[in-house]
């Protein structure tokens, strides 16, 4: 059975973006949002150590600074214009975020607190600075709440529990969606002038990750059948702490609270790759040191983990030694009450998965696969373009992590993805409403569910020689191996050749459940297919681009190379062959230079 619903304005995904787009465009036009999840249950709500702005509660902080430690955490290859509109506008969204509800932590004169984070400085000392505006350590999980509630205010409708398979595409413009309802089986069509997608990552196709089991960049993918490139896709970034093995992330805010990495040897190892700022350097270069202390026999008993030390006496130690200081000029000691009440959540992650208390005992750490900094291509008012000329497609829309404005660049700055994802999906709202009240609506295809009942009926009826099972745990064991933290020229081939096999025996995975209520067995398959594509997708840009930078570390080519390569890279999907272009970085004021930390 097909069901038909008009909205002025669909969004796609139910997280901080999609909310937040929701929250805009609900002003002005008729909106629904569509998600796979319930929307408390999206992945903003894992966000844990906080949103960057530059209130300057705590001390002297200025956007500018803000948008040059971006630029500088990017390696040079985030796009100015975005970056400095989203740093000067993440001061009012913090704010915004406060009047509807958000309850901050906060300072003893009320004012919202701020804590240090990775990668945040003061530009004029290079000492780090407090700029992450933060709830405990549930930050990303009060911002979701909070959004939630002002958009069942606002009467916005929500369709949970629907699956999006599908972009319909009408005269160069956006005509709808398609989506599966998981309790039914039944397909839907959302005749729309407008949408937008908001749908998340796709960390899920690497081994270790910090990513929930929903995110597996199906926005991206189902723009890609539709002929729209993905951008930046070989920068994927990998957090420094995720707890050993499980990947469960361990917030950089214990780093800003004091917490130190220790290796195998007792040693506090970051003096050696950031001696300014320490364990406080942007993550893809303390992922490196994690990885070259171990390469280098310095692992915790020759395994593959180190330590993160957030102990008050190892704390205190060493924040004397860096004559780290309260706002007040005063000596900063901490106690264990002090960091339960700061890190809570962390605390019963420790307690529950690894059995140790955080303040008496040792964390073991991995470095866990966690953030996309590419995705599809948008400006920085959240529209969708489609080439290196940034031609726009009407109506089309993205924000959060599915979208590359590109603000993030090679690598993301800890807290620029809360920002990220409340200052673009403002943004998107309230373009996709203004496109909306302007148009018409595009005409629907004579059978608009033609392409999502392919996609169905191919894995219901596949010769079954495969199992999707099978081919995702291959799946993510190459992409950690050969597409991780460090890359090779041969490991990198080898990925190609070794996705486009699995994609080959993807073809034959047959869904064994028959039924249409609640089948969650051909929705994970449907996901699968999205991470071979994205993965084929990543594997040839991150082959292609002969350079580090950033998240992208080449054994081979260890040294950035701005000469050939400061530009962004655009994919394109045709079968099994990916056709490559790029396009220029905008750079405003901060010529590329080496990055110090």
């Not at 960057?52 to 500018?64: K, P, S, V």
């Not at 405990?136 to 979701?144: E, K, V, W, Y």
Request: charged share 25%; hydrophobic share 35%.
């Amino acid at each position: 059975m097909v069901h038909t619903h008009t909205y002025d304005v669909i969004v796609v995904g139910g997280g901080g973006a999609g909310l937040m787009a929701a929250l805009y465009a609900s002003k002005r036009a008729r909106t629904a949002v569509i998600s796979k999840l319930y929307p408390t249950r999206s992945h903003t709500g894992t966000a844990q150590g906080g949103i960057g702005a530059a209130l300057g509660n705590l001390e002297e902080d200025h956007w500018e600074w803000h948008a040059f430690d971006t630029v500088k955490g990017s390696d040079y290859l985030g796009d100015q214009d975005a970056i400095e509109f989203m740093c000067r506008e993440a001061i009012q969204a913090v704010y915004d975020l406060e009047h509807m509800g958000l309850p901050f932590s906060r300072t003893p004169q009320g004012r919202i607190d701020q804590r240090f984070f990775g990668g945040h400085t003061n530009n004029m000392t290079g000492k780090p600075v407090r700029r992450s505006c933060y709830a405990a350590d549930r930050t990303g999980h009060m911002i979701l709440q909070t959004l939630y509630q002002q958009c069942i205010k606002n009467g916005i409708r929500f369709f949970d529990e629907f699956q999006v398979m599908d972009l319909l595409l009408q005269n160069g413009a956006v005509a709808g969606v398609v989506a599966v309802e998981l309790a039914t089986g039944d397909l839907h069509v959302f005749h729309s002038k407008a949408v937008v997608f908001a749908t998340g990552g796709h960390g899920r196709m690497w081994e270790v990750t910090s990513n929930a089991y929903a995110y597996t960049g199906d926005g991206v993918a189902v723009t890609l059948r539709r002929g729209i490139p993905a951008e930046d896709m070989e920068f994927f970034q990998f957090h420094p702490t995720g707890i050993y093995k499980l990947g469960i992330l361990i917030t950089e805010a214990v780093r800003g609270e004091g917490g130190v990495l220790i290796n195998g040897q007792g040693e506090r190892f970051m003096e050696r790759y950031a001696p300014r700022i320490k364990d406080l350097a942007s993550r893809d270069v303390v992922s490196r040191a994690i990885y070259l202390e171990i390469k280098e026999g310095r692992g915790v008993n020759g395994k593959n983990y180190l330590y993160l030390d957030v102990r008050p006496e190892t704390v205190n130690y060493y924040a004397e030694k860096d004559g780290r200081t309260r706002p007040d000029g005063s000596p900063y000691r901490v106690t264990a009450e002090e960091i339960l009440a700061k890190i809570p959540d962390i605390t019963d992650f420790c307690r529950t998965y690894l059995g140790v208390d955080p303040v008496k005992d040792l964390i073991p750490i991995q470095p866990t696969a966690h953030y996309a900094m590419g995705g599809i291509p948008t400006n920085k008012y959240a529209e969708v373009v489609i080439d290196s000329r940034n031609t726009v497609l009407p109506g089309l829309y993205a924000a959060g992590e599915c979208a590359c404005v590109s603000v993030h660049g090679a690598n993301r700055l800890g807290t620029n993805s809360l920002v990220d994802l409340v200052v673009f999906g403002k943004y998107a709202g309230i373009k996709a409403a203004e496109y909306a009240n302007g148009v018409d609506f595009q005409p629907l295809p004579e059978d608009p569910t033609d392409f999502t009942r392919q996609q169905i009926e191919a894995l219901r009826h596949g010769d079954g020689r495969e199992k999707a099972s099978q081919i995702g745990r291959e799946l993510r064991h190459l992409m950690f191996d050969k597409v991780g933290v460090f890359r090779t020229e041969e490991g990198l081939q080898e990925a190609v050749e070794k996705i486009k096999e699995l994609r080959e025996r993807f073809r034959h995975v047959r869904v064994s459940d028959s039924g249409r209520a609640f089948n969650t067995e051909l929705l994970n398959t449907w996901e699968l297919g999205n991470l071979l594509d994205l993965a084929l997708v990543t594997a040839v840009s991150a082959l292609e681009r002969k350079e580090s930078r950033g998240a992208h570390a080449r054994e081979d080519y260890p040294k950035r190379d701005d000469e050939n390569w400061l530009k962004h890279t655009l994919a394109w999907l045709d079968g099994d062959r990916v056709h490559l272009d790029y396009k220029p970085v905008v750079i405003t004021q901060y010529t590329p230079k080496e990055r110090v930390y």
